[in-house]
């Protein structure tokens, strides 16, 4: 009862940060894409989204209540791993009390690692056999370890820390009713609950080192006295294999008369990564769904660049400048967005009719909102590309600095007048080019004013 108290100390623990969870909990939106593909079986559950951003592609059923089968066995490789416990060095040994499961899982024609009563096996062992192999006897023993062991097999006090976690990350349309999935009756969920699971698994790398693991070799035991390889259901990882994808990442696979064929993955491509949920397919067609619905997602959708930075967005007409007629204008900073390929991208401007000189570069000097099939991506300033100086400032500049060679002129006449008594006084060249020059400036700095 120890361990069993201390496993729910940790889930105790753990509400503690479900509140701060809640919202990310809440899956993303409802899907605006039609189903690619005409399913096997009327009514599948699908639930398809990019975990990257939370955009979902496809919703199908997803918050339909199904049996869901050995995907139930995140759950329990969830709460293995949350437990903290050193499962490369934790020895257990299996009870006499769990044959009785072990019967009733051979006859339901169930998956196992050939387990066997007084057997000494890590937990590793036992953590690699639940996902690579999908072993029902081996989710039996796990949940009797993690309730504290002793003389009994109870998988009750198991399958409440199962619906406590499932809660804490969201779900609401599950109901497991024993650690493995293959008793149908009272073990539910839904997609998107599955998906919930899914992610916590996705944030656990030991979870993910072992569900991408081909084949996993078996230590010899004290009831198996060689080493035993065992390879991993999900076709879908197996080069070679018809069904093969090389982005497909693990998760679970699950299989019961009831439940059908169901497939939880993760899919990661070109910097995307796709979480797929599909339940109640056919054997001939789960992998076949999953390969060209994750097809479809990646050939048709990306994340792209909008708007970019170093190529000039508008260009207004610059007035009061001698030097350009034009401004150029660039955006503050670049715009991504994810969505469909042939998206319609739209640009919508606030900006001026004109500017005038002077400007410096960078100024702001409007706006531009970046659409994407009609939705708003984001509002980006837009920025004066270079500095322009004022045609009517440097006028006056240039007038200002003639002044003194005006004065200076002015004293020589009054000077040349008192001295001479009127006598004309030639001026040099130079002299009469800068009073011409300063003469012309004036009458274009007033004609600017004007």
């Not at 997803?62 to 869901?68: F, M, Q």
């Not at 708007?307 to 715009?335: F, H, I, W």
């Amino acid at each position: 009862m120890k361990q069993l108290r201390s496993s729910i100390g940790r889930r105790v623990a753990a509400l503690a940060v479900a509140a701060l969870l809640a919202v990310g909990a809440a899956l993303p939106a409802a899907a605006t894409y039609n189903l690619p593909i005409t399913t096997a079986n009327e009514g599948e559950s699908i639930y398809l989204y990019n975990m990257d951003n939370d955009t979902v592609l496809l919703d199908e059923n997803s918050t339909e209540i199904r049996y869901v089968a050995s995907t139930t066995k995140m759950m329990t490789a969830l709460l293995l791993i949350e437990s903290g416990q050193d499962l490369e060095n934790t020895v257990i040994t299996i009870p006499k009390c769990i044959n009785q499961e072990f019967k009733d899982i051979q006859a339901t024609n169930g998956t196992g690692m050939n387990l066997k009563v007084g057997e000494e096996i890590r937990l590793i062992d036992l953590l690699y056999g639940l996902i690579v192999r999908s072993a029902n006897d081996a989710a039996s023993v796990i949940a009797w370890h993690l309730t504290g062991g002793g003389d009994t097999y109870n998988a009750a006090p198991f399958v409440e820390m199962m619906n406590q976690r499932a809660r804490e990350l969201g779900c609401t349309g599950t109901t497991f009713g024993c650690p493995h999935g293959l008793y149908d009756h009272g073990n539910v969920s839904t997609a998107q609950d599955l998906a919930r699971i899914a992610e916590a698994c996705f944030a656990q790398p030991l979870y993910m080192q072992v569900a991408t693991t081909l084949s996993y070799t078996l230590p010899m035991t004290n009831k198996h006295q060689y080493e035993r390889t065992i390879e991993n259901v999900n076709l879908m990882m197996q080069p070679g294999q018809q069904a093969y994808r090389e982005y497909i990442s693990g998760m679970k696979t699950g299989f019961t008369t009831l439940a059908g064929r169901c497939f939880v993955t993760t899919a990661s491509q070109n910097g995307d990564t796709y979480m797929l949920v599909i339940l109640g397919s056919t054997k001939d067609a789960i992998y076949t769904e999953t390969a060209a619905l994750l097809d479809w997602a990646f050939g048709n959708f990306s994340n792209r660049v909008l708007l970019e930075m170093t190529n000039p967005v508008q260009t207004l007409p610059l007035k009061g400048c001698d030097e350009s007629e034009t401004l150029e204008l660039y955006a503050a900073r670049s715009v991504a967005a994810y969505g469909h390929n042939q998206a319609a991208v739209t640009m919508e401007y606030d900006l001026p009719e004109a500017v005038r000189a002077p400007i410096k570069q960078n100024k702001v000097v409007g706006t531009v909102t970046v659409k994407m099939d009609g939705e708003v991506i984001d509002t980006v300033d837009l920025l004066a590309g270079a500095s322009w100086s004022s045609a009517l400032l440097d006028g006056l500049v240039a007038t200002i600095l003639l002044l003194p060679v005006l004065l200076i002129v002015l004293v020589v006449l009054i000077w040349g007048t008192v001295l001479y008594g009127g006598v004309q006084i030639v001026l040099p060249r130079k002299v009469k080019r800068a009073l011409a020059d300063a003469e012309q400036k004036g009458r274009e700095t007033l004609a600017d004013v004007e």
